[in-house]
Nanobody, 125 residues
Framework: QVQLVESGGGLVQAGGSLRLSCAAS????????MGWFRQAPGKEREFVAA????????TYADSVKGRFTISRDNAKNTVYLQMNSLKPEDTAVYYC??????????????????WGQGTQVTVSS
């Protein structure tokens, strides 16, 4: 079992920054691909970013590329999402997810078998 707990969401003005954190339980966190997804009201959950177990490879949605950075600290069992130059359209609930059966990067939410409870990010214009 893997438990994921997100934190760091909140209200920010357009152009501002936030850093989300996701603390994971489990001794084998360093073996998992980790991802961030988001879901806005009335929309489907969409991929934001993912990072390989080693941290050497990452992938981003086109909408956040150049503004968001995913990273991980395996010693702390934590994955981060640094969000800069935030826009109102980034407003959503952000979810951390773990793909414990995957050894590569994936943008497909079906590849992720554990999810956090989500943290709200609201960007005002």
């Amino acid at each position: 079992q893997v438990q994921l707990v997100e934190s760091g969401g909140g209200l920010v003005q357009a152009g501002g920054s936030l850093r989300l954190s996701c603390a994971a339980s489990g001794r084998t966190f360093s073996r998992y691909t980790m991802g961030w997804f988001r879901q806005a009201p009335g929309k489907e959950r969409e991929f934001v970013a993912a990072i390989l177990w080693s941290g050497v490879s990452t992938t981003y949605a086109d909408s956040v590329k150049g503004r968001f950075t995913i990273s991980r600290d395996n010693a702390k069992n934590t994955v981060y999402l640094q969000m800069n130059s935030l826009k109102p359209e980034d407003t959503a609930v952000y979810y951390c997810a773990a793909a414990t059966l995957l050894s590569s990067l994936s943008r497909d939410r079906l590849s992720y078998n554990y999810w956090g409870q989500g943290t709200q990010v609201t960007v005002s214009s």
